[in-house]
């Protein structure tokens, strides 16, 4: 267990609506990252937040759009589904401490999306 | 921009056999290094990882890799598997430009391990 924690585990939603993961953090890690598995793609970088504040962005859609609160938890919205947005999508936490690029990235169990 | 090669989709051997896993990286700028397991219906665990001194980097359940800069490779091995083992295998590394830690990964390699 990796002490990260993610809502909910399965989802099954139909094209054009919109979603919302949930992830909270390992106790005391202050950067969340939001990462998609998906078959064609496979694992690809979406958005990092620390502390609140966007800090990175990767191959995430427009229609893609994250947070983090004010507790630390964070949200990944997708809207606007496509039938290609199914895929298992993984929230990691690090400490976001002095150690930089050196942090392990601890992961969650995902949340299985299924766009029909 | 960087990216990683996973040269082998799927690897079987038999228990108590050895195994290496291949990974290969391609960068402008230098990375760290990162191998990753992937349990059934799991997250992903860190096995890993090399930042900087000895090559040989010793990680959790025996495995090991080998950081090779000339050959911009950092191949996973293990001596003896178990069927335990069986699970899918990411290499990843992080560009030290940038400041940003996101990982980029490998495909995977599935490693099935059979009695």
Redesign the interface.
Known sequence: D?G?TQTPKHLITATGQRVTLRCSPRSGDL?V?W?QQSLDQ????LI?YYNGEE??K?NILERFSAQQFPDLHSELNLSSLELGDSALY?C?S?PGGTS???????????TRLLVL | AQSVTQLDSQVPVFEEAPVELRCNYSSSVSVYLFWYVQYPNQGLQLLLKYLSGSTLVKGINGFEAEFNKSQTSFHLRKPSVHISDTAEYFCAVIPLSGGYNKLIFGAGTRLAVHP
Request: a neutral charge.
């Open positions: 990796s990260v950067s990252y990462y496979g694992l690809q970088f990092q800090r990175a990767g993984f990691a690090s930089g690029l050196q942090e392990t990235q601890y992961f969650g169990p995902g």
